[in-house]
């Protein structure tokens, strides 16, 4: 790559330096030899593509080529009005193309130059402006589609990454051949100047420095710079044809000339019309037979011809039918077959008929974006990938109901009133407002559904208004959060150790497969995750993994150093003004749960008896109920050795109980116990 930069980069130097230093005549002929292979090159190169990105390259060329027609254009100026020679490429060109008539020489080169300036030029301009504006415009529908087919799993996380690197690499095209058009339509005006100025200046140059009568020099200059400019526009006007070729080339399986035969043929009616045509006008009219009777009759064969083509084809299809239908039986009744059914979706989002339009881009629905961000947003706070998020229309819900399912499984489920707001009180506001009663689903809030004329006078009132999408994008937000242990598979475990391997290869080698096995940092993981504790500082929690995982393989009791470590995570997070009140054990009831602890093959778990954990429970749900009535987040605060046992005993009865220990709390954290759990 190295050298091929290099050597582009001599060249483009090379041709600037032409410009400015004299070519030896017999360099000129073979630059001038080079320019027309080169465009011969780009004009059989560009009928090849399949579409436009295969010759993204192709704006760079054009402007590299005209800058070397130009340089090339100087330097045959240079000889011919200094010395009355510009070569044997240019002399032949003068004398064998144009049969040495100046005259017809020059009216073929203004013709050349009016064809490509007025015809090709100027419509290749205004399609690369068009196709420009147009790829610009679509780009925000296309980005919308390639979410949409991601957020339903058509899809992987690489494709749509490829087809945004595409879509953007249409919209750089587009937009370089606008402005790249315009080099070949200065281009085709330089052509034309330098062609007058060699004409005018040859004929002062030769009649008055070298000798040459009026009509010689008139001869000899009009031949010389109508050579000089054929030899330059057959180039330019074969990369001008490339150039409308290029833009105007739609994506497509096959080359140019595949697709103008296969499309151009295709109709064997229209090609018996066009023969009749062709012949009645042969025999019927004034103008010469043989040349409209031999080509009509030849459209006539080929429409036969390819009529009895089509006949052949299909029949072959009438017979191939049957054994597809039978073929598709066999392929149905094969096992392999039935694998794909038993394909369970990690999470799935249903909803009714009604709720469709938040879910269809084209209707203004933006709830593709919503689960973009959903993503995102979990990757953020909790360290985790969430897995593709399946969205499907059930019509057994009602039109206004939707359903989250994790593994298959229903977890939630919610309802919306289209067209309206969701109102929620943050616990003061100024006034009641009218509206549907109903329950927040996400946080459990009692809330209303109002009218969307009324969501600014809400708002002024001091309500917390937010529109369905929002509603339904938030509940499955905490779905997932809640439900994130079950979803962090190993597949996930391996992806996110992949991930940080590059920079810290030592620490994974030393971590796996010695120490711990992929399984058991995923329990480790899940069990961080299901405490909602986010696990984004993975090398923080390999790190103590390595640490203690010589010591002991209880995933358990390696999860409870691993929160330790984490203890300023844990404070910012549930301490955030640096003090709160907390409820507490009793020294007598921690003792007895550590007395409690025993071990199996299994490892270890917490053996007491029901009435006792009852009872314990009991005076936890009244301690914490006395928390709350004075403002406080339910949080116990334990000895670390009882931590994980008592949030396993109280997990049932108190979900949202968040127990923490004396080594997960920082130290400038100022801590009060407002109650005691006693026995």
Request: overall charge negative; proline content about 4%; aromatic content about 6%.
């Amino acid at each position: 790559m190295r050298f091929n930069d290099v050597i582009m980069a001599l060249l483009v130097i090379t041709i600037i330096l032409m410009i400015i230093i004299p070519v030896p005549l017999g360099w000129l002929d073979f630059f001038l030899a080079l320019n027309i292979s080169l465009a011969l090159t780009i004009l059989v190169l560009s009928m090849f593509v399949k579409e436009t990105l295969e010759f993204s390259v192709f704006p760079s060329i054009l402007l590299i080529t005209t800058l070397f027609r130009l340089a090339l254009n100087i330097s045959t100026t240079r000889y011919i009005l200094s010395t009355g020679q510009a070569g044997e490429v240019i002399n032949t060109f003068g004398n064998f193309v144009v049969g040495g008539n100046a005259i017809v020489g020059f009216i073929i080169f203004l013709i050349i130059v009016l064809i490509q300036f007025l015809v090709i030029t100027k419509g290749s301009e205004r399609v690369s402006e068009v196709a420009a504006r147009f790829t610009l415009d679509a780009m925000p529908g296309k980005q919308m589609a390639i979410d949409a087919d991601l957020n339903s799993g058509l899809i992987t996380e690489a494709d749509a990454k490829d087809r945004r690197k595409k879509i953007q690499r249409e919209a750089d095209f587009y937009g370089a051949m606008d402005g790249a058009s315009k080099f070949v339509k200065g281009d085709a005006i330089a052509g034309i100047i330098i062609t007058i100025i060699n004409i005018v200046a040859g004929f002062l140059m030769g009649a008055f420095f070298m000798g040459l009568t009026l009509p010689q020099s008139i001869e000899k200059f009009t031949l010389l710079t109508v050579g000089d400019g054929l030899v330059s526009q057959i180039p330019a006007l074969m990369i001008s044809v490339a150039t409308g070729i290029i833009v105007t080339r739609a994506a497509s399986d096959s080359n140019l000339g595949t697709d103008v035969l296969s499309q151009l043929f295709a109709q064997s009616k229209v090609l018996f019309i066009v023969g009749g045509v062709l012949i009645l006008i042969g025999i019927g009219t004034p103008l010469p037979n043989f040349p409209f009777v031999a080509i009509g009759t030849a459209i006539i064969l080929s429409a036969f011809k390819l009529k009895q083509e089509k006949k052949i084809a299909e029949e072959a299809e009438l017979e191939d039918e049957p054994a597809k239908g039978s073929q598709g039986t066999d392929d149905i009744r094969k096992p392999e077959n039935i694998i794909p059914l038993l394909q369970v979706d990690p999470i799935e989002l249903e909803f009714g008929y009604g709720i469709i339009p938040l879910a269809d881009p084209n209707q203004g629905g933006d709830l593709f974006d919503r689960l973009v961000m959903i993503r995102r947003q979990i990757a953020l706070e909790m360290g985790v990938v969430v897995p593709m998020i399946r969205l499907r229309d059930n019509i057994q819900l009602d039109s206004s109901e939707y359903l989250i399912k994790i593994k298959g499984n229903d977890i939630a489920k919610g309802e919306i009133v289209f067209d309206h707001y969701l109102a929620m009180s943050p616990g003061v506001v100024e006034g009641d407002i009218e509206g549907i009663d109903t329950v927040e689903p996400a946080f459990g809030l009692p809330a209303k559904w109002i009218r969307s004329d009324l969501r600014e006078k809400a708002e002024l009132l001091g309500y917390t208004v937010v529109d369905p999408s929002s509603v339904i994008s938030t509940h499955l937000t905490e779905v997932i959060k809640k439900h994130s242990h079950e979803l962090i598979s190993r597949e996930d475990v391996k992806q996110l150790l992949e991930n940080i391997k590059d920079t810290n290869s030592t620490l994974i080698e030393e971590l796996i497969p010695g120490l711990m096995s992929l399984g058991d940092i995923q329990k480790v993981l899940a069990n961080l995750l299901k405490e909602f504790v986010s696990i984004r500082d993975l090398v923080t929690i390999l790190e103590t993994l390595a640490d203690y995982a010589k010591t002991t393989r209880d995933v358990n009791i390696l999860t409870e150093y691993v929160r330790q470590r984490l203890s300023r995570q844990l404070s910012k997070t549930y301490f955030p003004f640096g003090k709160a009140k907390v409820v507490t054990l009793e020294q007598g009831l921690e003792n007895m749960l550590m007395e409690a602890i025993e071990q199996n093959d299994n490892g270890t778990y917490l053996s007491i008896d029901p009435m006792t954990s009852q009872s314990i429970v009991s005076s936890l749900a009244s301690e914490v109920r006395n928390l709350m009535q004075m403002g406080e987040q339910a949080i116990v605060v334990t000895a670390p050795i009882v931590r994980f046992y008592f949030k396993r005993m109280t997990e049932q009865a108190i979900p949202e109980l968040v127990v923490l220990s004396y080594n997960e709390i920082e130290s400038n954290i100022d801590v009060q116990s407002a109650g005691m759990v006693s026995i």
